[in-house]
C-alpha cells in the first residue's frame, strides 16, 4: 500500500530530477506559486524568485549534480539528505569563475501542499564549498 509519505518521497525525487536537468518547467511545476525557500540565512519568496535562485546557480556551476543520499518522510514533510557537485564556471555571488570542483554535502526539509513543495528548508556546508572553490582560505593556510 503506497502512503502519502511514499508519494511525498517521490515527489522530492522527481524535484531532484529536474533539479539535474535544469529544468525550469519541472521545478515550476513542482513548486508552489508562494513557495517560500530558507536557503542558510536567505529567504527566499515566491515562484519566480526560487527559479531566478536556482537559475544563479545553473550559471555559476552548469554540471551542478544533486544525489540523494537519505529520504525519509512523515506525512506531508519530507527529510532528505545529499550530496552536491559542480564545477565553478560562471559568476557565483559576485565571485568570477575559478574553475575548481566542489563537493559538499547537506540536509533539506520541505513540507508538502497539494502536491508542491509550498516550503523548503536547505542547510549545507557552504563555507567548505567556498574553501574548495579557493574563495577563502581553510584554517590551516
Do not use: C
Amino acid at each position: 500500500m503506497v502512503t502519502i509519505g511514499d508519494e511525498n518521497k517521490e515527489l522530492v525525487r522527481r524535484v531532484n530530477d529536474g533539479l539535474n536537468e535544469q529544468s525550469r518547467e519541472v521545478f515550476a511545476a513542482l513548486h508552489a506559486d508562494d513557495v517560500v525557500v530558507h536557503d542558510g540565512s536567505e529567504e527566499i519568496r515566491g515562484i519566480d524568485a526560487a527559479l531566478e535562485h536556482e537559475s544563479e546557480l545553473w550559471t555559476a556551476f552548469p554540471d551542478i549534480h544533486h544525489t540523494l543520499e537519505t529520504v525519509l518522510a512523515d506525512g506531508d514533510e519530507v527529510a532528505y539528505r545529499f550530496t552536491a557537485t559542480g564545477t565553478h564556471e560562471g559568476p557565483f555571488h559576485g565571485v568570477p569563475p575559478t574553475g575548481r570542483a566542489f563537493e559538499i554535502t547537506g540536509h533539506g526539509s520541505v513540507r508538502i501542499e497539494d502536491g508542491e513543495l509550498a516550503e523548503v528548508w536547505l542547510d549545507y556546508d557552504a563555507l567548505g564549498m567556498l574553501r574548495q572553490l579557493g574563495v577563502v582560505d581553510s584554517p590551516s593556510e
